[in-house]
């Protein structure tokens, strides 16, 4: 059974940090590319980060600069450092990973800015 747990979610104020993150098991993780997503009320399902396999990362444009995807194999984890966070980053975080033809979702983990 596959699953993957988010945690580090919360409130924090406009300007602060916070680190998610998504321990997986049930897959092979080190072959899973994977990533994270967002949420917020009212809007599509958005791109945060991506991180390969082999370690190749990729960001949505309004991330990019603030937050770090990171993976730690050996503890099936993988890990989003967000900084600088703002209002507009609130949102409910998923953890996808992917091994093609299989995708599998976290459950989400809340994280809201105040201003």
């Known amino acids: 059974q596959v699953q993957l747990v988010e945690s580090g979610g919360g409130l924090v104020q406009a300007g602060g940090s916070l680190r998610l993150s998504c321990a997986a098991s049930?897959?092979?993780?080190?072959?899973?590319?994977m990533g994270w997503y967002r949420q917020a009320p009212g809007k599509q399902r958005e791109l945060v980060a991506l991180i390969t396999s082999g370690g190749t990362t990729n960001y949505g444009d309004s991330v990019k600069g603030r937050f770090t995807i990171s993976r730690d194999n050996a503890k099936n984890t993988v890990y989003l450092q967000m900084n600088s966070l703002k209002p507009e980053d609130t949102a409910v975080y998923y953890c996808?990973?992917?091994?093609?033809?299989?995708?599998?979702w976290g459950q989400g983990t809340q994280v809201t800015v105040s201003s």
């Open positions: 049930g897959i092979i993780f080190s072959s899973n590319d």
């Open positions: 996808k990973a992917v091994q093609r033809p299989y995708v599998y």
